[in-house]
């Protein structure tokens, strides 16, 4: 199975801040990667997928990129509503694997 | 709009079944696979199959022994089960669609708290 290892666990950060979460994969693959967003008591929406094309809908304050296995998801100029849990997921090979996620809190 | 209405009993006893349903409303069902996740209390996301309308499935390795996904095309729905359920099966279950070319899960059901608990 693909690992895919996310950090932090857990931020805090104020409401303008600029946050920088990261995923990286135990191995190769392309650009298949999603981010999603989930708060309390609710199922998760995308954000990003193929590694950095937004989902429609979705604020253009949220992008992502790549580098090789590296992925990164940028939040910036947070706002209150995206104070959440944060996952990415490899879609490149089954299993479909997750990070660990990244709690984002108020600081 | 599309929507993914699911449904299955919340509560089961050590070694029964698990079984859920869910329903796709609006959009083509043909044209996706149907997705099967599971998060427990607490933790993060497990990814635990999916199945395409021909019926043609994936399954996670850690699982596959106890699970079968199965579609009623129909119906637009897909449906879990989960044999020899044990307290380490205790989640909430989501489905989802998934884009075959992009493979983002873009629509989910509600979720539906299975307990498992003597």
């Known amino acids: 199975d693909i690992q895919m290892t996310q950090s932090p666990s857990s931020v805090s950060a104020s409401v303008g801040d600029t946050v920088i979460i990261t995923c990286r994969a135990s191995?190769?693959?392309?650009?298949?990667l999603a981010w999603y967003q989930q708060k309390p008591g609710k199922a998760p929406n995308v954000l990003i997928y193929?590694?950095?094309r937004l989902q429609s809908g979705v604020p253009s304050r949220f992008s992502g990129s790549r580098s090789g296995t590296d992925f990164t998801l940028i939040i910036s100029s947070l706002q209150p509503e995206d104070f959440a849990t944060y996952y990415c997921?490899?879609?490149?090979?089954?299993?479909?694997?997750f990070g660990q996620g990244t709690k984002l809190e108020i600081k | 709009q599309v929507q993914l209405q699911q449904w299955g009993a919340g509560l089961l006893k050590p070694s029964e079944t698990l079984s859920l349903t869910c329903a796709v409303y609006?959009?083509?069902?043909?044209?996706?696979?149907w997705t099967w996740i599971r998060q427990p209390p607490r933790k993060g996301l497990e990814w635990i199959g999916e199945?395409?309308?021909?019926?043609?499935?994936d399954y996670n390795p850690s699982l596959k022994s106890r699970i079968t996904i199965s579609v009623d095309t129909s119906k637009n729905q897909f449906s879990l089960k989960l044999t020899s359920v044990t307290a380490a099966d205790t989640a909430v279950y989501y489905c989802?669609?998934?884009?075959?070319?992009?493979?983002?899960?873009?629509?989910w059901g509600q979720g539906t708290l299975v307990t498992v608990s003597s």
């Open positions: 989802a669609r998934k884009q075959w070319l992009v493979k983002k899960l873009d629509f």
């Open positions: 609006g959009g083509s069902f043909s044209d996706y696979s």
């Open positions: 199945i395409n309308h021909s019926g043609n499935t």
């Open positions: 191995q190769g693959i392309s650009s298949w």
């Open positions: 193929d590694a950095s």
């Open positions: 997921q490899q879609t490149n090979s089954f299993p479909y694997t």
